[in-house]
């Protein structure tokens, strides 16, 4: 995402969260990850980034603000995040976003700094409703600082003033989010199911799975996930079922110490289990006499 633009990040993680019942809704968990693990997810290369909200322990480190008095709305949350950041450009998010990726991220920077006739002073999302998604934008640090600085003056506070002023005064661009995925947010009990049985599905299930794993076991490595279930396949199929989760292991093992690509890695150990087969396919012919007299045809054959 630095080819777009140096940037902070801030996650607006108050609120009552009242259609929860009071539970703290950034810390409940969709596919085994804090709701706010989730969103800290997607901007793992802000300069600095800022929760604000009661304190909890997250994945990665990130400054801890809170505003006063707490639960002051998004504007005086707003503002004391930006008293954090220096960054040209700050990034706000939600922390109720489990399906919010990277590259939505990266969409809302490019459009944020994009170059013109007309400088914009951020982007913001927008769902397939056509409704903007505030808590899902970029914006440019210094206007947004006047703004808020203008809307104090008028007002004599920020607490519990609505966003709607802000984004008035604002020129912003609108990202689209045509399926409204990345601007799902779990505001109710049954947003998080939807949420949880989403992740669920056969489409989604195994990337989900791998994202949780390296997440938490702190790695940061592309998965080829086709190679490699072919490869468990061949394994299980041309040598013994325990040899799919051991051989795949084994050529993740040398990918991460060797930094060699797992694709051609995968490769190389799918085509020893095609020999591995192969050679105990012609040994059964063998001993059974199915090729006559001689080595089976399969087995005089040099592998290509």
Do not use: N
């Not at 080819?3 to 801030?10: K, V, W």
């Not at 984004?167 to 505001?187: I, N």
């Amino acid at each position: 995402m630095s080819d777009h633009t140096d940037y902070d990040a801030i996650v607006l993680a108050g609120g009552a969260a009242r259609r929860l019942g009071g539970a703290d809704k950034p810390a409940l968990p969709v596919g085994g990850r804090a709701l706010l693990d989730r969103v800290l997810a997607t901007c793992p290369d802000a300069a600095v980034t800022v929760v604000v909200g009661p304190a909890r322990p997250t994945v990665r480190p990130v400054a801890q603000a809170l505003e006063d008095p707490p639960g002051g709305g998004p504007l005086a949350a707003l503002d004391v995040g930006l008293r954090h950041t220096t960054a040209p450009t700050v990034l706000v998010l939600s922390a109720d976003l489990p399906f919010l990726t990277a590259a939505t991220v990266r969409a809302l920077l490019k459009a944020a700094t994009a170059g013109g006739a007309s400088p914009r002073d951020g982007a913001l999302l927008r769902d397939a409703e056509g409704r903007d998604q505030p808590l899902v934008a970029a914006y440019r640090s210094a206007p947004l600082r006047r703004e808020l600085d203008r809307l104090r003056t008028d007002h004599g506070t920020l607490t519990g003033l609505p966003l709607r002023p802000l984004l008035s005064a604002l020129a912003l661009a609108r990202v689209p989010d045509t399926t409204s995925t990345a601007s799902f947010d779990c505001d109710t009990w049954e947003d998080l199911g939807t949420a949880r049985a989403r992740i669920r599905e056969h489409g989604h299930v195994l990337d989900e799975w791998i994202t949780a794993v390296k997440a938490e076991l702190g790695i940061d490595l592309d998965v080829e996930t086709a190679a490699l279930l072919d490869l468990a396949r061949d394994a299980a199929h041309g040598v013994a079922r325990p040899a799919a989760p051991l051989t795949t292991f084994l050529v993740g093992y040398a990918a991460g110490r060797q930094g060699r690509d797992v694709a051609e890695l995968a490769q190389r150990a799918a085509a020893l289990a095609d020999r591995w087969a192969a050679e105990s396919a012609a040994e059964e012919a063998r001993v059974a006499g199915a090729t006559g007299a001689g080595a089976p045809a399969d087995e005089a054959k040099p592998a290509e």
